[in-house]
């Protein structure tokens, strides 16, 4: 883990500020406030906001761009990005995790291990559609026994087929799910008798995905950012957990006005590996619907809109608790279940092990649990979250978790000089019942195993666009054993049925008694 500043966006503007500077100021910050905001804590519960966005690429957040070369930051471009000042403001009050990834990079899975801090395989839900099993005990729930007013809005996307299905009749520790729809990337809601409806319809009145109209007001993210805010003002008194959990910037790439038309004029160009030629990994579908897209530039420009006005309306619920007294007493929390390629190696969407789709965005701050400018390069997963939230909050964990609790990565700029903090792995693996692909990450190193093709290993420092297989260079064979022994690990703790026989674990045995 590294702990350092790094630069941030303040609105329109970008401040750059050296590390000595930043560290300085962190210092005299921690100095003037750190007894008084202690001292909340330490007397009550800190509330906690959730936004997570859907199919969400990292490079499109100036935080994270800011920690990147200017070739891997700005992909689709010279100047071909969006500002999110808002976003980055949470970055900049707490910590950054530059190698934060999705479990099984889609959705079901992905949010299953999130909520629970297990593996896809022991939760039921495996794969999108699957429900998740009622023996899981999340987060919402240790938080919602221990007097905590629970509540959540959004795609959830845990409790089978249903589509829209509001409110569903499994809250799992959610109290108040009244805007909680379990499936479905609509664009526009609205309200009919009081309750939530899809308002967007066909010419047989069934919901669809159409913009319809959509305004401030009624667009699928402002209004889920609304009900957010109604319920921070109704339990201001009182603490609670609120997991706002937004569609976009999933697909389809629409948005509302004025940000369809926001980036029109930006000259938007195709990744470096969108046309590449050489080897193509075998895991990596050859025949599908995401598979060998046409390159539109208008998708990108409709995505960064999507992008930026999640950002606004991030900056309306930072600014109304500010407006509450109410930021220095809540964790805030801004992530997503897993990324989008958005045409990097000729792909759109999620589902494969590369990093525009399993690297996804996690920021937290927290006043007087994490410390301001901390960036944290170790690898993560979403597996990981729920074990470190409630450490964070000094919650008991419950029985069974897997996940790390990875709290005193948070707490301690110190920490990050501890050599067990180093050499950190995690691991993901494809959405489905059978051996399809899984992988062991640290923060520089990717190895994985597949069915359908020979390892390989990515050096994410020497090669940051994944375009060469490092597995047979004799350098590497140290990295690849050590690696193929945590997977093989992990598989037999885990319990992990793509690890329990065949070709996977046939590759990973030989690769571990490699020199």
């Known amino acids: 883990m590294v702990a350092s500043s790094f630069c941030c966006h303040r609105f329109s503007s970008r401040l750059r500020v050296s590390k000595k500077c930043m560290l300085a100021l962190f210092a005299m910050t921690i100095c003037i406030f750190a007894s008084e905001v202690s001292a909340v ?12 966005t859907d199919e969400h690429n990292f490079r499109t957040l100036g935080c994270y761009r800011d920690t990147l ?5 700005e992909i689709w471009g010279k100047g071909a990005v969006v500002e999110t000042p808002s976003i980055d403001s949470i970055a900049a009050r707490g910590a950054i995790c530059t190698s934060f990834y999705a479990t099984s ?26 429900p998740l099993r009622g023996d899981m005990v ?20 845990l409790d089978g087929p249903g589509k829209p299905q509001w409110g569903p009749e499994r809250q799992f520790g959610f109290s108040d799910n009244r805007y909680m729809f379990n499936r479905g990337h609509w664009k526009k809601f609205d309200f009919e008798n009081g309750q939530p409806i899809v308002a967007a319809t066909n010419k047989k009145g069934q919901p669809n995905y159409d913009l319809d109209g959509a305004d401030e007001k009624t667009f699928s993210t402002d209004w889920l950012c609304d009900r957010a805010a109604d319920f921070i003002r109704e339990h201001s008194q009182e603490p609670f ?17 004025p940000y369809d038309t926001m ?21 990596l579908p050859g025949t599908n619907r995401n598979a060998e897209q046409r390159f539109n530039a208008r998708l990108m420009t409709q995505y960064f809109g ?4 999640i950002d606004d309306n991030v900056g309306m619920l930072l600014a109304l608790l500010d407006e509450l007294s109410l930021t220095e007493r809540t964790v805030v929390v801004f992530t997503s279940d897993h990324g989008d390629l958005c045409y990097e190696h000729g792909r759109l969407n999620k589902g494969n092990p590369y990093e525009g789709s399993a690297k996804v965005p996690m920021i937290v701050a927290a006043p007087g649990l994490v410390p301001a400018g901390l960036r944290i390069d170790e690898a993560m997963g979403t597996v990981d979250f729920a074990p470190t939230l409630l450490s964070l909050l000094r919650k008991e964990v419950p029985e069974g978790t897997q ?8 707490r301690d700029i110190e920490s990050s000089d501890q050599e067990s903090h180093r050499n950190s792995v995690t691991f993901l693996r494809a959405a489905s019942s059978k051996a399809a692909w899984i992988a062991a990450v640290t923060d520089r190193y990717k190895l994985i195993v597949s069915a359908d093709d020979q390892p390989w290993l990515f050096d994410l420092k020497e090669d940051p666009h994944e375009t060469t297989n490092h597995i047979g260079k004799p350098e590497n064979q140290a990295i690849a054993a050590r690696l193929a022994r945590s997977l093989l690990r992990y598989g037999d703790l885990m319990k992990d049925p793509q690890l329990s026989e065949g070709k996977l674990r046939s590759d990973l045995q030989k690769l571990q008694i490699q020199p």
């Open 403 to 410: 996940g790390r609790d990875l709290s005193e990565w948070f």
């Open 105 to 130: 990079p889609v959705c079901t899975p992905s949010r299953a291990a999130f909520f629970t801090g297990r593996y896809p395989q022991n939760t039921g839900a495996y794969q999108n559609d699957r």
């Open 263 to 283: 980036f029109e004029d930006m000259p938007v160009r195709p990744p470096m590996t969108f046309q590449l030629d050489g080897t193509k990994p075998g895991w």
């Open 69 to 73: 070369p200017i070739e891997e930051a």
């Open 138 to 157: 999340t987060f919402a729930e240790v938080l919602r026994r221990d007097g905590y007013a629970t509540g959540y809005a959004g795609k959830w996307h």
């Open 306 to 309: 999507m992008v930026r006005c």
């Open 241 to 257: 957990c609120y997991h706002l959990s937004l569609p976009d910037p999933h697909g389809p790439n629409t948005v509302r006005q």
């Open 41 to 52: 804590f330490a007397n009550d519960k800190p509330n906690v906001l959730i936004i997570q």
